[in-house]
């Protein structure tokens, strides 16, 4: 049974940082494109930050210069370090995995940047 599980989030101050991590069993992380997601409330899940197989990254523009996604095939996670968290960063933070048979979710940690 393949389970993703994110932790790491909280409540911070803006100007503050958190880092989440997500670890996966079940599953082999190498050779397949990681992703990390956030919902905030009421509003629809949208990709934060990718990392490709050799490393690549991308990252959406409201993040860039503060998040940083990287991976760790041999523990089998995917992390995403927060920086300079902003109130509009809060939401639950998804990582998510693509694979030739589909994609997995993690159940997301919670992110709340109070200002």
């Known amino acids: 049974q393949v389970q993703l599980v994110e932790s790491g989030g909280g409540l911070v101050q803006a100007g503050g940082s958190l880092r989440l991590s997500c670890t996966a069993s079940?599953?082999?992380?190498?050779?397949?494109?990681l992703y990390w997601y956030r919902q905030a409330a009421g509003k629809q899940r949208n990709l934060v930050a990718s990392?490709?197989?050799?490393?690549?990254?991308n990252y959406v523009d409201s993040v860039k210069g503060r998040f940083t996604i990287s991976r760790d095939n041999a523990k089998n996670t995917v992390d995403l370090q927060m920086n300079s968290l902003k109130p509009e960063d809060t939401a639950v933070y998804y990582c998510?995995?693509?694979?030739?048979?589909?994609?997995?979710w993690g159940q997301g940690t919670q992110v709340t940047v109070w200002s």
């Open positions: 998510r995995q693509e694979t030739r048979y589909g994609a997995y």
């Open positions: 079940g599953t082999r992380f190498s050779g397949n494109a």
């Open positions: 990392i490709t197989t050799d490393g690549r990254t």
